[in-house]
């Protein structure tokens, strides 16, 4: 029988963590209860850590937004101080009843390549603070992910906050597609950031999701981009190399052939969505 867990603290939650060898925190459990029911994960018990108020809200704190990973989806989704790719992603993801449960350090640590969260993330800037019972460290978000369900957390360690710089001048949007037009998981999903001032793009950074074995960042496409009024060839130029770059796989939702294909149009349409939002979306 598998025990559940209610700490009144983050600190009575590390220590949890510390002291039982196969524990698993469990925020909204939309992912992992589906995997407890398959047992394709062997646990002993669960720690609800969904209402520790250390780890649920959006705050703004000097010049980055801390997000708590208990955060639900739903929130994330509407919560206006928050950049538009990151709100759109969220606001994607499942139905109503998915993000009123799901949280977002729930898609973050479930870490599958199609998590609407992560593209999102990568182009924001977006750091992870990471928590165990003997210390506390920081990475960016780039470096938390290892591959399907792989990430750097060890065993015992917390995902404790989720900052984003506040980059007031810095435009944001999201792009995504799957097999049907709601309650979908992304066949290929895409976000973009930079600013945009006067006709100039700078510092463009973009990601895509389900396109290798995790959300990536891709540098080339952000050098053809960085200094760019955005004429024709310049965009065709960025599509195809984003096309290029990815490393999709065939899958059940889609074929790598299709997911190359389809990365074009996301990428044109996130493209220009971008220049035509109002600052600091
Ligand atoms: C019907 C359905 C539709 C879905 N549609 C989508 C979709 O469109 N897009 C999408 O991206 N996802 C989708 N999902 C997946 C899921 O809803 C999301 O990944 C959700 O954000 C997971 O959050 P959760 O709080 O439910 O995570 P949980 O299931 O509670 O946890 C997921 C994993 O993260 C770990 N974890 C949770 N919080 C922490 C923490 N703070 N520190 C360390 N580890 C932690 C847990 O131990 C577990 O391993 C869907 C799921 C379902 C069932």
Known sequence: MVRYITPH?????????????HCLPLAGGTDLTLLVRDRTVQV????????????????????????????????????????????????????PQIR??????????????????????LVLGGRFRLRSAGGERE??????????????????????GIHLPREDD??????????????????????ISACWREGILRQPRLAVGSAAPTPIRIPAVERILDGQSLGDEVIAEAAERTAAEIRPICD??????????????????????????????
């Open 100 to 121: 009123a449960l799901g949280t977002i350090g729930g898609n973050i640590c479930n870490a599958s390549p199609c998590g609407d969260t992560l593209s999102p993330l």
């Open 44 to 95: 002993e018990c669960l720690l609800d850590i969904s209402k520790l108020p250390e780890l649920v809200g959006v705050h703004q704190e000097g010049g980055e937004i801390r997000i708590g990973p208990s955060t639900t989806l739903a929130d994330v989704a509407s919560s206006p101080q928050l950049p538009t790719a990151l709100r759109t992603g969220a606001g994607w993801i499942g139905s």
């Open 139 to 160: 990475v960016p978000a780039e470096a938390f992910f290892l591959g399907p369900k792989r990430t750097i957390l060890t065993r015992g360690e917390l995902l404790v």
């Open 9 to 21: 603290s983050l600190n009575e939650a590390l220590q949890i963590l510390d002291q039982e060898e």
């Open 252 to 281: 059940q939702r889609a074929s790598d052939r299709y997911r190359r294909w389809v990365v074009r149009a996301l990428f044109r349409d996130a493209l220009s969505s971008l220049t035509e939002q109002e600052v600091y979306g």
């Open 170 to 191: 810095r435009r944001s949007t999201f792009r995504k597609i799957g097999g049907r037009g709601a309650q979908t998981i992304a066949q290929v999903n895409l976000a």
